[in-house]
């Protein structure tokens, strides 16, 4: 998440087909390993490419799209807490966020999509609005990596928390390719860059790996 001074421009058939996409966000569907990494893979590449997209257009319309980025404790800019996320100052900028942002949505999104959606929901909502309230004044901080510290705090923190080898593995390798980069982000000395943005970010991942962990049924025993 990057941030400016306020005004700087860098700154089968019918039913068949409602009956799939239920079925894609239902938690009772099972789905295969196979099923499942073909889903957060095209949803990753998808958000991705939208992020590209998105700053194709900011360039053409001479950086207009820069003004959804977040001016603290304006009221009207609650309004941007969203868009935010989805705005960057730049092709460097997108492109620093969207290999971690794949990376670590593909292993997140592996969990489920309804669960992945919930998930990035709370971290880009909370961190929007935490980067609103706390950022220094007459700045505009936008970009998507709020949402990459979110994932990376969701993601070492879920295996342990729901008790999984698996996802505790995951966590480990995460944070040691990560890691390092991880605690640089979120130290306050680099000028230019939200380190409150990220912070708030990994904060809401961590969160949410609780929120939203997965319980084992209980098993009834009769004495």
């Known amino acids: 998440m990057t941030v400016f001074p306020e005004g700087r421009v860098e700154s089968r058939r019918g039913s068949d087909m409602a009956g799939g996409v239920r079925g ?16 957060a893979a095209k949803l990753m590449v998808g958000w991705v490419a939208l992020l590209w997209l998105l700053e194709v257009i900011d360039v053409a319309t001479g950086h207009a799209l820069d003004d959804f980025g977040i001016v603290p404790r304006s009221v ?19 492109a620093a966020n969207s290999v971690p942002l794949l990376v670590l949505g593909f292993l997140s999104a592996l ?22 309230l706390v950022s220094p004044d007459n700045t505009n ?13 969701f993601l070492v923190v879920t295996g342990f928390v729901e008790r999984r080898l698996l996802g505790v593995a995951v966590g480990v390798l995460v944070a040691a390719v990560w890691g390092g980069a991880i605690f640089a982000g979120i130290a306050p000395n680099e ?33």
């Not at 901080?141 to 705090?153: C, D, I, N, Q, Y």
């Open 24 to 39: 894609a966000l239902s938690p009772e569907r099972e789905w295969s390993h196979g099923d499942r990494a073909r889903a």
């Open 111 to 132: 969990g489920g999509l309804r669960r992945f959606a919930a998930v990035c929901a709370l971290i880009i909502v909370a961190d929007g609005l935490g980067v609103w």
């Open 76 to 94: 009207p800019e609650l309004a941007d807490v969203v868009p935010a996320s989805f705005i960057h100052f730049g092709f460097g900028h997108v």
């Open 191 to 223: 000028t230019g860059i939200s380190w409150q943005g990220h912070l708030i970010g990994l904060v809401a991942g961590v969160v949410a790996a609780f929120v939203f962990r997965r319980r084992e049924p209980r098993t009834a025993l009769t004495a």
């Open 141 to 153: 901080t936008a970009g998507a990596s709020g949402v990459v510290f979110g994932l990376f705090g």
